[in-house]
């Protein structure tokens, strides 16, 4: 027999026997794509949350590392300066390119040049091509020859305003009027062409050097900033650094250094999840090509004994059946990889269409997830994927090997119950079910002691390492439950035979449905727990999100208490902005004795609670403030009655001061203690600090001033660096220390209108900034639109988990549960036809079948349910622990109107789905159902 069965030979009996059973190889294959495909799917699903941020990166910085801008007290850098700064960085290798940079808005006009669409708050770069090749080569845009009524324009201005290449527009110059260009051209963002500079624009649009001089008031020959990268662009690409050595020549903007250290808290934030789901796919997609695998076993074992019978030896059997696995896992790794990189990029833009206005809306503030998968991803994927078919197909064919060869001709053999040791498998299975018994109780009184909050929280708030020993035990819990109730299914039976009976389910159909899955413990707890952790997973993330949108609804959206404010940076500027208020109808109640604010900076020696250098920022509650509606104090001196008193006292009292409410409960490096209403404190003011190019600059700090203050309250105020680490003090204290105060150097405005709007919607202060615009008002700040879009990334991603889950859990279970239910019928093909021949009706067959299939995926849904549930409240209950103390409390909210729909759809799916396995032996008659009990 070993000389005749050559290796050819070998390879034509594998084929063959594929090619005899078509449909058999069909389902196999169809199975293992699908699992393969999943598999595939989550690499896209975690390589495009990795990469987006990076890709970010590129898009909207390339070659710029950083951006230069003129020392304090002066507006421009001249050519001199530029070539100045070049030599005292050639040492380290920096390339500039000076531009000149302005903020603008842009508007599409109609064929009487009138405006009719308007966007605002874009970036204007005006460059030297020539220079700008030097500094970026790779990019063909510097090749084009641009006349001076032409403009480039980014894709983030064109696509919202409607705009094509030949269309006219308008921007404004500093005077307010308005000057036509023609677009010359719109291109992606990428490097320069997608630069947002410092304040976050929303779009980018390129002209000449001369052009933008002329719009922004900048002098001939001068620039208003310098972009500077690496020379070594490879290098540019990579992950942002600090600026090689601080000169008094510049101030430096490290903005790419922020906005990496964004992506980073990004991926910090939600990589845990991403991980989740994506191991979870995996394994689903495993365990799915286990059960192909192992079905395909049960299908060969009488050919393949008849093999064994004929003289092939063990060895060369393990060898035809290890060759018609690795042809069916080759085709079904090359088809599933091919449909899984579609499927994933499908789940991401099918989001992305759906939040597209969203998108737009919050472009400029949020990293967008786009979808991405690398060629090293598809090898990793192609690898991972037949090596563990691989593995799988070797266990397959040792086991192959243990089977009795009488017993499989028979055909009542199945090989996963060959071999000996059935006492070891008997008490091994008794002391899974004990240790199984003891991972549900101790999760389950964990659970609700509330140990489970103790062990991840302290004093300090939220603890990691701690809290993996919760996650595990949750994670054991829901398999052990599972394990346990696949133990005692046919209690289970007894349990509902009432109920059963009662929808006219025959006690014969109850008992042979609750005993084939009993007696095949193994494979129905896999496909259990398919459906379990599948829609776990679904389940947890779909509380998590809905309490995120139940915590952004509540957001204000404000500062000190308002929606909105315009800055100015001059006196005249100010009266501008009162005046063009007044002719707004919308704005005239709000414009009547707004109130306004010019915050300044204070520097404050190191004391008993000052560990370091603090520095406040000082600002005066006055009567507009109080009279439009001063922020809600989190505490106050019990000496007030109410928050008015409290901050009138502070105009009455020269000692009488309202800090941020953070210091009222958040502890850091340079405190000692958390500080309390009715504290008094001493703090020696120090100097302002030395700009640049004087005598003073960077000498040690004096102390040239001493203050007392009465903490009487602290405030929620929901302020950005503008009144970072605000104190409202009183009139007096706030002149007498005006002469030492300073501005964060970015902030080079003087002064807020705080603006009390009728509402706060996206849509509504997006139409009042365009209002404001075409008024020449600019300097309009609401963190409903821009702060807005934090949150919005955090949506972005929660529904790109619930969208991956929900595919995650119809495929590979419903896959799982088609596949238990084809074996389930082929395997008792004979037997079902013997009883149909001994009088049991077609009924009776197709409800044992129905409440067979049923009553596994219905056990792994309910399963998954308690604990998704139970996992999605524990972690809304750790976020409102470790939330500050400040911030609204949120009570849990259980989604039935979302997750009740998707489970009763699910089991509607799968109820279905187990009509199919019974329609063709219940067609035949007992007869024709014996004979085609084989095929």
Same mark, same amino acid.
């Given at each position: 027999? &070993?000389?005749?069965?050559?290796?050819?030979?070998?390879?034509?009996?594998?084929?063959?026997?594929?090619?005899?059973?078509?449909? %058999?190889?069909?389902?196999?294959?169809?199975?293992? @794509?699908?699992?393969?495909? +999943?598999?595939?799917?989550?690499?896209?699903?975690?390589?495009?949350?990795?990469?987006?941020?990076?890709?970010?990166?590129?898009?909207?910085?390339?070659?710029?590392?950083?951006?230069?801008?003129?020392?304090?007290?002066?507006?421009?850098?001249?050519?001199?300066?530029?070539?100045?700064?070049?030599?005292?960085?050639?040492?380290?290798?920096?390339?500039?390119?000076?531009?000149?940079?302005?903020?603008? =808005?842009?508007?599409?006009?109609?064929?009487?040049?009138?405006?009719?669409?308007?966007?605002?708050?874009?970036?204007?770069?005006?460059?030297?091509?020539?220079?700008?090749?030097?500094?970026?080569?790779?990019?063909?845009?510097?090749?084009?020859?641009?006349?001076?009524?032409?403009?480039?324009?980014?894709?983030?201005?064109?696509?919202?305003?409607?705009?094509?290449?030949?269309?006219?527009?308008?921007?404004?110059?500093?005077?307010?009027?308005?000057?036509?260009? %023609?677009?010359?051209?719109?291109?992606?963002?990428?490097?320069?062409?997608?630069?947002?500079?410092?304040?976050?624009?929303?779009?980018?649009?390129?002209?000449?050097?001369? %052009?933008?001089?002329?719009?922004?008031?900048?002098?001939?020959?001068?620039?208003?900033?310098?972009?500077?990268? &690496?020379?070594?662009?490879?290098?540019?690409?990579?992950?942002?650094?600090?600026?090689?050595?601080?000169?008094?020549?510049?101030? *430096?903007?490290?903005?790419?250094?922020?906005?990496?250290?964004?992506?980073?808290?990004?991926?910090?934030?939600?990589?845990?999840?991403?991980?989740?789901?994506?191991?979870?796919?995996?394994?689903?997609?495993?365990?799915?090509?286990?059960?192909?695998? %192992?079905? *395909?076993?049960?299908? &060969?074992?009488?050919?393949?004994?008849?093999?064994?019978?004929?003289?092939?030896?063990?060895?060369?059997?393990?060898?035809?059946?290890?060759?018609?696995?690795?042809?069916?896992?080759?085709?079904? #790794?090359?088809?599933?990889?091919?449909?899984?990189?579609?499927?994933?990029?499908?789940?991401?833009? +099918?989001?992305?269409?759906?939040?597209?206005?969203?998108?737009?809306?919050?472009?400029?503030?949020?990293?967008?997830?786009?979808?991405?998968?690398?060629?090293?991803?598809?090898?990793?994927?192609?690898?991972?994927?037949?090596?563990?078919?691989?593995?799988?197909?070797?266990?397959?064919?040792?086991?192959?090997?243990?089977?009795?060869?009488?017993?499989?001709?028979?055909?009542?053999?199945?090989?996963?119950?060959?071999?000996?040791?059935?006492?070891? &498998?008997?008490?091994?299975?008794?002391?899974?079910?004990?240790?199984?018994?003891?991972?549900?109780?101790?999760?389950?009184?964990?659970?609700?002691?509330?140990?489970?909050?103790?062990? !991840?929280?302290?004093?300090?708030?939220?603890?990691?390492?701690?809290? +993996?020993?919760?996650?595990?035990?949750?994670?054991?819990?829901?398999? =052990?439950?599972?394990?346990?109730?696949?133990?005692?299914?046919?209690?289970?039976?007894?349990?509902?035979?009432?109920?059963?009976?009662?929808?006219?389910?025959?006690?014969?159909?109850?008992?042979?449905?609750?005993?084939?899955?009993?007696?095949?413990?193994?494979?129905?707890?896999?496909?259990?727990?398919?459906?379990? @952790?599948?829609?776990?997973?679904?389940?947890?993330?779909?509380?998590?999100?809905?309490?995120?949108?139940?915590?952004?609804?509540?957001?204000?959206?404000?500062?000190?208490?308002?929606?909105?404010?315009?800055?100015?940076?001059?006196?005249?500027?100010?009266?501008?902005?009162?005046?063009?208020?007044?002719?707004?109808?919308?704005?005239?109640?709000?414009?009547?004795?707004?109130?306004?604010?010019?915050?300044?900076?204070?520097?404050?020696?190191?004391?008993?609670?000052?560990?370091?250098?603090?520095?406040?920022?000082?600002?005066?509650? =006055?009567?507009?403030?109080?009279?439009?509606?001063?922020?809600?104090?989190?505490?106050?001196?019990?000496?007030?009655?109410?928050?008015?008193?409290?901050?009138?006292?502070?105009?009455?009292?020269?000692?009488?001061?309202?800090?941020?409410?953070?210091?009222?409960?958040?502890?850091?490096?340079? *405190?000692?203690?958390?500080?309390?209403?009715?504290?008094?404190?001493?703090?020696?003011?120090?100097?302002?600090?030395?700009?640049?190019?004087?005598?003073?600059?960077?000498?040690?700090?004096?102390?040239?001033?001493?203050?007392?203050?009465?903490?009487?309250?602290?405030?929620?105020?929901?302020?950005?660096?503008?009144?970072?680490?605000?104190?409202?003090?009183?009139?007096?204290?706030?002149?007498?220390?005006?002469?030492?105060?300073?501005?964060?150097?970015?902030?080079?405005?003087?002064?807020?209108?705080?603006?009390?709007?009728?509402?706060?919607?996206?849509?509504?202060?997006?139409?009042?900034?365009?209002?404001?615009?075409?008024?020449?008002?600019?300097?309009?700040?609401?963190?409903?639109?821009?702060?807005?879009?934090?949150?919005?990334?955090?949506?972005?991603?929660?529904?790109?988990?619930?969208?991956?889950?929900?595919?995650?859990?119809?495929?590979?279970?419903?896959?799982?549960?088609?596949?238990?239910?084809?074996?389930?019928?082929?395997?008792?093909?004979?037997?079902?036809?013997?009883?149909?021949?001994?009088?049991?009706?077609?009924?009776?067959?197709?409800?044992?079948?129905? *409440?067979?299939?049923?009553?596994?995926?219905?056990?792994?849904?309910?399963?998954?349910?308690?604990?998704?549930?139970?996992?999605?409240?524990?972690?809304?209950?750790?976020?409102?622990?470790?939330?500050?103390?400040?911030?609204?409390?949120?009570?849990?909210?259980?989604?039935?109107?979302?997750?009740?729909?998707?489970?009763? #759809?699910? !089991?509607?799916?799968?109820?279905?789905?187990?009509?199919?396995?019974?329609?063709?032996?219940?067609?035949?008659?007992?007869?024709?159902?014996?004979?085609?009990?084989?095929?």
């Amino acid at each position: 027999m &070993r000389s005749m069965l050559t290796p050819s030979l070998v390879w034509r009996m594998a084929w063959r026997n594929l090619w005899t059973q078509p449909r %058999q190889t069909l389902l196999t294959v169809l199975g293992g @794509c699908i699992g393969a495909a +999943l598999i595939m799917a989550a690499v896209v699903f975690f390589q495009s949350f990795d990469e987006s941020g990076n890709r970010w990166l590129k898009q909207h910085y390339g070659p710029i590392d950083w951006e230069l801008k003129p020392p304090a007290g002066t507006r421009h850098f001249t050519q001199e300066e530029v070539q100045a700064i070049a030599e005292r960085l050639q040492p380290y290798n920096v390339q500039l390119l000076p531009a000149a940079i302005f903020e603008t =808005s842009v508007s599409k006009v109609d064929g009487q040049l009138q405006p009719v669409q308007t966007g605002l708050r874009y970036l204007a770069i005006g460059v030297d091509f020539a220079q700008a090749a030097e500094f970026d080569p790779d990019h063909p845009l510097w090749e084009l020859s641009l006349s001076a009524d032409q403009v480039i324009l980014s894709e983030a201005i064109a696509k919202p305003l409607g705009l094509v290449e030949g269309d006219t527009v308008a921007i404004p110059d500093k005077r307010g009027n308005s000057k036509l260009f %023609q677009v010359k051209k719109i291109v992606k963002e990428e490097g320069i062409t997608g630069y947002r500079g410092l304040f976050a624009a929303e779009g980018t649009l390129i002209m000449g050097i001369r %052009q933008a001089r002329n719009l922004s008031a900048t002098p001939d020959g001068a620039f208003t900033s310098i972009l500077a990268g &690496r020379e070594d662009y490879a290098l540019a690409e990579q992950s942002a650094v600090r600026f090689p050595t601080p000169l008094p020549l510049f101030d *430096l903007h490290e903005q790419k250094v922020a906005d990496e250290n964004q992506v980073n808290k990004m991926k910090q934030r939600h990589g845990a999840i991403f991980i989740i789901c994506s191991l979870t796919a995996i394994l689903a997609g495993a365990l799915l090509m286990i059960q192909i695998l %192992q079905m *395909l076993v049960y299908s &060969r074992k009488e050919s393949l004994a008849l093999l064994r019978a004929l003289g092939f030896q063990n060895r060369q059997v393990r060898a035809i059946f290890f060759i018609e696995t690795t042809l069916i896992n080759l085709l079904s #790794t090359g088809v599933g990889i091919v449909l899984g990189i579609p499927l994933g990029f499908g789940v991401i833009r +099918l989001f992305e269409w759906f939040n597209q206005d969203l998108l737009y809306a919050y472009g400029a503030n949020s990293i967008p997830i786009m979808p991405y998968v690398s060629l090293g991803g598809i090898a990793l994927s192609c690898a991972a994927v037949l090596g563990l078919l691989t593995v799988i197909s070797f266990v397959a064919c040792y086991r192959m090997g243990k089977m009795n060869i009488v017993l499989a001709l028979r055909g009542d053999q199945d090989p996963e119950k060959t071999g000996g040791g059935q006492w070891i &498998r008997k008490g091994l299975r008794i002391v899974l079910t004990v240790c199984a018994a003891i991972i549900v109780c101790s999760h389950f009184i964990q659970f609700f002691s509330g140990k489970s909050l103790e062990i !991840m929280t302290t004093n300090t708030g939220f603890v990691p390492h701690r809290s +993996l020993s919760v996650l595990a035990l949750w994670f054991g819990a829901s398999v =052990s439950m599972l394990y346990l109730v696949v133990q005692v299914l046919p209690y289970i039976q007894k349990g509902l035979k009432p109920l059963l009976s009662r929808i006219g389910i025959g006690d014969a159909a109850q008992l042979l449905a609750f005993r084939y899955p009993a007696g095949n413990y193994r494979r129905t707890f896999i496909v259990t727990l398919l459906f379990s @952790c599948c829609f776990m997973v679904l389940v947890l993330i779909l509380i998590v999100t809905q309490h995120n949108y139940r915590d952004i609804s509540q957001k204000s959206y404000s500062i000190l208490g308002y929606p909105a404010y315009i800055k100015y940076y001059s006196e005249q500027e100010k009266q501008q902005i009162l005046a063009g208020l007044q002719q707004d109808p919308e704005l005239a109640e709000a414009a009547q004795n707004p109130p306004m604010m010019e915050p300044y900076m204070l520097g404050f020696e190191p004391n008993d609670v000052f560990l370091d250098l603090q520095q406040l920022n000082l600002t005066v509650p =006055s009567e507009a403030f109080l009279a439009h509606g001063a922020p809600k104090l989190s505490q106050r001196s019990p000496a007030f009655a109410s928050d008015e008193e409290a901050w009138a006292a502070v105009l009455n009292n020269p000692q009488a001061v309202i800090l941020d409410h953070k210091y009222s409960y958040e502890m850091s490096t340079a *405190l000692s203690r958390k500080l309390n209403v009715g504290d008094h404190l001493t703090l020696n003011v120090y100097n302002k600090p030395a700009e640049p190019n004087t005598p003073d600059f960077g000498k040690p700090r004096k102390v040239v001033d001493t203050i007392d203050i009465d903490i009487i309250g602290f405030a929620d105020t929901s302020t950005g660096m503008e009144f970072y680490n605000v104190m409202f003090v009183h009139p007096q204290i706030y002149d007498q220390l005006k002469e030492h105060g300073y501005r964060w150097e970015y902030l080079k405005e003087s002064g807020y209108v705080l603006l009390s709007l009728p509402s706060n919607d996206l849509r509504d202060l997006r139409k009042i900034e365009q209002r404001l615009a075409a008024q020449g008002i600019k300097g309009f700040y609401s963190p409903g639109i821009s702060k807005a879009g934090e949150d919005m990334n955090m949506i972005q991603m929660l529904w790109i988990f619930i969208g991956f889950m929900t595919l995650v859990t119809l495929n590979i279970g419903l896959a799982g549960l088609a596949i238990l239910q084809y074996r389930a019928v082929q395997e008792r093909a004979k037997t079902m036809a013997m009883m149909r021949c001994i009088g049991l009706s077609i009924r009776v067959i197709r409800q044992m079948l129905l *409440l067979e299939g049923t009553t596994i995926s219905w056990l792994g849904l309910l399963n998954g349910c308690l604990f998704g549930s139970i996992g999605g409240y524990t972690i809304v209950r750790l976020a409102e622990l470790t939330k500050p103390p400040t911030s609204p409390a949120l009570s849990f909210d259980y989604p039935w109107e979302i997750i009740l729909p998707i489970i009763g #759809t699910l !089991m509607l799916i799968a109820l279905l789905l187990n009509l199919a396995p019974s329609r063709k032996i219940t067609r035949l008659s007992p007869g024709d159902a014996i004979r085609s009990a084989g095929d």
